[in-house]
């Protein structure tokens, strides 16, 4: 990792955490350039915690979800990829690879809509190759009444006209609201339990840096699939059982770690 003149510090590359370390570092640049909120830095945080309880790797559970979820969207009539701050920030060219392949477009929509931030994570995806990034024009903007926050201005050719809609980390609001319209949503939410993971009909509890490339891959087969067979993997997906098989296997991951701790605390 590069020497962070701002922070004085120096990550050596055999660091046991570097890869965490190195999105940390990616979402304090984010919030200098303005892509991540201030915000933006605590939920990171909320979602390594809850990364760390699920061993920090994709499980078989986040698998199916994520095939469900490739599936759905392949489905779809109008299929959009809601962009945020952390997103943008965390990894750009992976949206933009799985919205190409997907041929859903990326849409901006914030939370926290300060002056500039729109504009700020326009350029860090169209840096990554984004073409045609829905949400950056105010003329196209349109509002959703069900919506309180300021999410509830959307694109009139994304968002407002999608049926189905996949938001990488989030608020819980949106969600409910989006459900509310007739939208099917696609979650991605290291939180099994937030109200983003309850809502959505299809909830991927796995690290969006994880998420997106696997996307992408089963995307590439799943083009070359019948209707049918899509149809067939969604139909097959139950999201309660979904959150409720992650919830067994955080319990038993820190089972396993207490156990573990205690093999080096009783030496
Ligand atoms: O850029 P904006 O203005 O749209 O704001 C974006 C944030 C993320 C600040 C805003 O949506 C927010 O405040 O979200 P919350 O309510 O903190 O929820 C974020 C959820 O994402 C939490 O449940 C976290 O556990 C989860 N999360 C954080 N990092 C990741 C994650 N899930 C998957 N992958 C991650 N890397």
Request: with cysteine; net charge neutral; hydrophobic share 40%.
């Amino acid at each position: 990792m590069e020497d962070n003149e701002n922070n004085h510090v120096k990550v050596p590359k055999d660091h046991p955490r570097i890869t965490s370390l190195m999105y940390r570092h990616k979402i304090i640049d984010g919030m200098k350039k303005l892509v991540v909120a201030e915000a933006g830095l605590i939920a990171h945080g909320r979602g390594e915690c809850f990364d760390y309880i699920l061993g920090e790797k994709t499980n078989m559970i986040a698998i199916q979800a994520i095939k469900a979820a490739v599936a759905q969207l392949l489905l779809a009539q109008h299929p959009v990829i809601s962009v945020n701050g952390n997103v943008a920030a965390l990894c750009p060219e992976d949206l933009v690879l799985l919205s190409k392949t997907l041929n859903a477009p990326l849409e901006i929509n914030l939370f926290y809509r300060k002056n500039g931030r729109v504009d700020a994570i326009k350029h860090i995806l169209e840096e990554a190759g984004a073409q045609n990034i829905l949400g950056t024009d105010e003329s196209t903007m349109v509002e959703i009444e069900e919506l309180s926050s300021n999410r509830r201005n959307v694109d009139c050719n994304g968002i407002k006209i999608s049926d189905v809609v996949f938001v990488p980390l989030e608020d819980g609001d949106r969600t409910e609201a989006l459900k509310k319209l007739g939208k099917t949503v696609i979650a991605v939410d290291l939180n099994p339990l937030s109200r983003t993971a309850i809502w959505a009909d299809i909830t991927i509890v796995d690290n969006i840096i994880r998420t997106l490339p696997r996307m992408t891959k089963i995307a590439l087969k799943y083009k070359n699939y019948t209707r049918e067979q899509l149809k067939k993997i969604v139909d097959v997906f139950n999201n309660k059982e979904n959150i409720q098989n992650t919830l067994e296997f955080i319990i038993e991951y820190i089972n396993l770690q207490k156990e573990k701790a205690f093999n080096i605390l009783n030496k």
